[in-house]
Nanobody, 126 residues
Framework: VQLVESGGGLVQAGGSLTLTCTIS????????IGWFRQPPGKEREGVAS????????EYEDSVKGRFTVSSDNARHTVHLQMNNLKPEDTAVYYC????????????????????WGHGTQVTVSA
C-alpha cells in the first residue's frame, strides 16, 4: 500500500486548497483514511477521517465547517477540501491509511493508521 499526497502550496488567509491522497495497493473499499497535520515544532494531529465502505467522516473541531473529506473509490483518491484557511492551518499535511481494516474504529488517532505518505506543505499567510 502506498499513499502520495499532493495539492499543498502557499495561500492567503481566507483562501482554499484541495489536497489529494492517491492510493495504490487498495483492492477494495474496505479501508480507512485519515488526514493529519504537523505544524512546525508540534506533534502530529488529526484533521479528518473517512471510511471507504460507508463514507463515514469525522473532523477535528477547529476545521468543522471549513474542511471536507471525500473519497473517489473508482480513482483511488481521497480529497481534503480546505476553505477559509487560517494561518494556524499552516503545517505539513499527511494522509494515513489502513487496508483492509483491522480495527472497528480509526478516527483521528494517528497510531491507528499503518501506511503513510510523505506529506505536502500547506502555508497560509496572514
Amino acid at each position: 500500500v502506498q499513499l502520495v499526497e499532493s495539492g499543498g502550496g502557499l495561500v492567503q488567509a481566507g483562501g482554499s486548497l484541495t489536497l489529494t491522497c492517491t492510493i495504490s495497493g487498495f483492492t477494495s473499499d474496505d479501508y480507512a483514511i485519515g488526514w493529519f497535520r504537523q505544524p512546525p515544532g508540534k506533534e502530529r494531529e488529526g484533521v479528518a477521517s473517512i471510511s471507504g465502505s460507508d463514507g463515514h467522516t469525522e473532523y477535528e473541531d477547529s476545521v468543522k465547517g471549513r474542511f471536507t473529506v471525500s473519497s473517489d473509490n473508482a480513482r483511488h483518491t481521497v480529497h481534503l477540501q480546505m476553505n477559509n484557511l487560517k494561518p494556524e492551518d499552516t503545517a505539513v499535511y499527511y494522509c494515513g491509511g489502513d487496508h483492509p481494516r483491522r480495527r472497528a474504529y480509526y478516527g483521528l488517532n494517528y497510531l491507528r493508521y499503518d501506511s503513510w505518505g510523505h506529506g505536502t506543505q500547506v502555508t497560509v499567510s496572514a
